[in-house]
Nanobody, 118 residues
Framework: QVQLSESGGGLVQAGGSLRLSCAAS????????MGWFRQAPGKEREFVAV????????YYADSVKGRFTISRDNAKNTVYLEMNNLKPEDTAVYYC???????????WGKGTLVTVSS
């Protein structure tokens, strides 16, 4: 069973950048498809980005495409979310997700808060 710990959230002005990290422990990191989700106040959790086991394939929500970049370092058991040109509507708690291949067992971190001021 993998444990996930996010970091890197904070307060940033619109147009700014942040880099989120999610460190994994307790599992074989390379067997997990990794993703980021977010939940804004009063809204449901939504998909942001996902990266394949080896990092060769990525997929993004339309709302962040071209601004956010997901990457992973399997040697460091860490997945990243580089967020550029942030907008107030990006304000949310960002959660790291691990989806184990091939049984699709899912695990979640506790989240990190990103606040974008206008």
């Amino acid at each position: 069973q993998v444990q996930l710990s996010e970091s890197g959230g904070g307060l940033v002005q619109a147009g700014g950048s942040l880099r989120l990290s999610c460190a994994a422990s307790g599992g074989t990191f390379s067997t997990y498809r990794m993703g980021w989700f977010r939940q804004a106040p009063g809204k449901e959790r939504e998909f942001v980005a996902v990266i394949s086991l080896g990092g060769g394939n990525t997929y993004y929500a339309d709302s962040v495409k071209g601004r956010f970049t997901i990457s992973r370092d399997n040697a460091k058991n860490t997945v990243y979310l580089e967020m550029n040109n942030l907008k107030p509507e990006d304000t949310a708690v960002y959660y790291c997700n691990a989806d184990h291949y091939p049984d699709d067992m899912e695990y979640w971190g506790k989240g990190t808060l990103v606040t974008v001021s206008s």
